[in-house]
Every structure is written in structure tokens, then in C-alpha cells.
């Protein structure tokens, strides 16, 4: 069955960097659009990046462009979250999700990477 | 981006209720709206997209109506296990959720 397992989430310092990364299995990677939502402490879910299904085409939301980069590795069934510049705003579960076959709703997610930022 | 706000922010129900939820979009998404069911300290799950079409696996007590600027997702019959807080998202742009509602006992 399709699965998603989120690593990488740490204590990081503002300012700071960190790399998240997605193991997909379960189906052929190479065919979905994948995307990174994160929700802060006791907050709602806010989309952050997708990536297209070759990795030709990314887009950010506003919080996070020139921040944040996502990207993939097909040959390794792989999602990567490199994220800079932190700041306290960035303190969130972060989740990263599979795009259903029509690119308008996430059908799969995995269980989540906590990331907080405090010095 | 496209607000999305939902209401309300959370209720109070029994077992066996029937409960609505509703969505409402900033502008004209069609259909492009999915709801998601998220129990705390868990991932989010896919009830249903493009406003009605229910996710399989996903118990037939959940429905989704609506289009344009309104919709609405409804719990026919509410079980032990619905209890969690409930997101809209519309696709029609970059994604962008509702602020939730939470379902109580």
C-alpha cells in the first residue's frame, strides 16, 4: 500500500538550516506531483511547496519562497525539504503529501516531522 | 490566495447525531474543494474531493455537496471514531485550507 515516512525534523537554532526528507513506497513515485504542508502548534494546515512529478516545475507559498527548496530524487523514491533562514514562524509538523491523479487534493500523507526553532 | 473559512469553529455533538459542516470559499472554486479528516496527533485523511466524490475506504456515513462559493460536508450518522477536527481545501489556485472544525463530544 502507498506510504510516506517523514524524517529529518530537529531542534534548530533561528537562523539555521535543515533538510527533511519523504521515503515513498507502495507505488511508481515518478508519476505524482508531491507537495510539503505544515502545521504549527495548535494550528490549521498550510500548504508550503509542490514539485511536479519530473521535477521540472516547483511552487512556493509567499511564507517560505527563497527560504525554503523543495525537491526529488525518482531513482530513489525520494521528497526532500531543504529549509534556511528559520524563524520561530517555521516551528511546525511538517508533512509531506501525495497529489491525487487530478492534482487538486492530497491523497496520501505521511505521519509528520516535527521542526522547532528556538535558540 | 483564495480564504477559505469554515464554521463553525467547533461543536459539540452525540453519537448518532447527524452534523454539517461548511466551507465557504473567498471567490468561484467549481468544485475544487477536498475535506480532510485529522484525529489529534495523527495525520490528515482524504474524506472526500472535488466537493462529493468520496475517497474509497471511506465509510458512506460522510457525503460532501456544493459548488461554486458554499459547501458543506455532513456526518450522517456520527460515530466514536468521528470525533477529530475537520479541514476544507480548495485546488482551483495554489492549495489553501479552512481553519478547521473540531467535533466534540
Known amino acids: 500500500q502507498v506510504q510516506l515516512v517523514d524524517s529529518g525534523g530537529d531542534l534548530v537554532r533561528p537562523g539555521g538550516s535543515l533538510r527533511l526528507s519523504c521515503a515513498a513506497s507502495g507505488f511508481i513515485f515518478r508519476d505524482y506531483y508531491m507537495s510539503w504542508i505544515r502545521q504549527a502548534p495548535g494550528r490549521g494546515l498550510e500548504w508550503i511547496a509542490y514539485?511536479?512529478?519530473?521535477?521540472?516545475?516547483?511552487y512556493y507559498a509567499d511564507s517560505v519562497r527563497g527560504r525554503f527548496t523543495i525537491s526529488r530524487d525518482n531513482a530513489n523514491n525520494s521528497l526532500y525539504l531543504q529549509l534556511k533562514s528559520l524563524g520561530d514562524e517555521d516551528t511546525a509538523v511538517y508533512y509531506c503529501a501525495r497529489f491525487g491523479p487530478t492534482v487538486t487534493y492530497f491523497d496520501s500523507w505521511g505521519q509528520g516531522t516535527l521542526v522547532t526553532v528556538s535558540s | 490566495d483564495i480564504q477559505m473559512t469554515q464554521s463553525p469553529s467547533s461543536l459539540s455533538a452525540s453519537v448518532g447525531d447527524r452534523v454539517s459542516i461548511t466551507c465557504r470559499a473567498g471567490q468561484n472554486i467549481k468544485t475544487y474543494l477536498s475535506w480532510y479528516q485529522q484525529i489529534p496527533g495523527k495525520a490528515p485523511r482524504l474524506l472526500i474531493y472535488?466537493?462529493?466524490t468520496l475517497q474509497g475506504g471511506v465509510p458512506s456515513r460522510f457525503s460532501g455537496s456544493g459548488s461554486g462559493t458554499d459547501f458543506t460536508l455532513t456526518i450522517s450518522s456520527l460515530q466514536p471514531e468521528d470525533f477529530a477536527t475537520y479541514y476544507c481545501?480548495?485546488?482551483?489556485?495554489?492549495?489553501?485550507f479552512g481553519g478547521g472544525t473540531k467535533v466534540e463530544i
Open positions: 514539485i511536479s512529478d519530473r521535477g521540472t516545475v516547483t
Open positions: 472535488a466537493s462529493s
Open positions: 481545501q480548495q485546488s482551483l489556485s495554489t492549495p489553501t
